[in-house]
């Protein structure tokens, strides 16, 4: 798939590249990034270049991941943002901000922008959100952007080397008035 630039009033997603390389390894850096998602650990400048320029494009090309950098619209990075493709119509979604821009609102209103073009244009018919227990500013995200928080899977994620309970939570088409590209039938109780 051919990458793609989105926006909103107040940001930019668009893939990132060689040229935000240095502003993606300035980011990492920040312990809590480094703490609750499965970034390397120290986070090295080769782990930026290899991120910037093999990582995100080879996503795109494959299809397998669709990875946006959230920039202010001066052209600050305040965020990134992926979308990976995990099964038939289903993609999860996964997410950082910059330490400086954090509870601006940025991250949810990101990743309602994705979302809406992954179920448009992709065909995505589930945004599946984890987090580990205990990563509250993750949840608050997701929440605010809408995911419903279904449970917690024990073992669900790997983070770097260790298995952790998670946070599952999910997103559908129906949850922004969309139309999905499959039927659903939701369960009876």
Same mark, same amino acid.
């Given at each position: ?14 893939? =990132?590249? %060689?040229?935000?390389?240095?502003a993606? !390894?300035? +980011?990492v ?6 703490? $609750? ?5 120290? !986070? @090295? ?11 995100? %494009? ?19 990075l305040a965020a990134?943002?992926? @979308? ?8 999860? =979604? ?23 073009? =992954?179920?448009?244009?992709v065909g ?16 608050? =995200? ?12 024990r ?5 770097k ?5 998670? $946070?599952?939570?999910?997103?559908? %088409?129906?949850?922004l ?6 039927p659903?039938l %939701?369960?009876? +109780?």
């Amino acid at each position: 798939m051919e990458p793609v630039t989105l926006t909103t009033d107040r940001l930019v997603l668009r893939p =990132v590249g %060689p040229d935000d390389t240095d502003a993606v !390894y300035a +980011a990492v850096q920040d312990a809590d990034i480094q703490r $609750w998602t499965t970034v390397p650990s120290p !986070y @090295l400048p080769e782990h930026a270049i290899s991120f910037t320029e093999q990582i995100v %494009p080879d996503g795109w090309a494959q299809g397998s991941m669709f990875t946006f950098g959230v920039f202010l619209t001066g052209g600050e990075l305040a965020a990134m943002l992926a @979308l990976t493709m995990r099964s038939l119509g289903t993609a999860e =979604v996964g997410f950082w901000a910059a330490k400086e821009h954090r509870g601006h609102g940025y991250v949810a209103e990101a990743t309602l922008t994705a979302c809406r073009w =992954v179920f448009t244009e992709v065909g995505v018919d589930r945004v599946e959100w984890r987090a580990e227990v205990g990563n509250h500013a993750s949840r608050a =995200v997701a929440e605010r952007a809408g995911f419903t928080v279904e449970g917690t899977l024990r073992s669900g994620i790997n983070n770097k080397g260790v298995r952790r309970d998670c $946070w599952i939570g999910s997103l559908l %088409p129906s949850d922004l008035s969309l139309p999905s590209t499959a039927p659903y039938l %939701p369960g009876r +109780a």
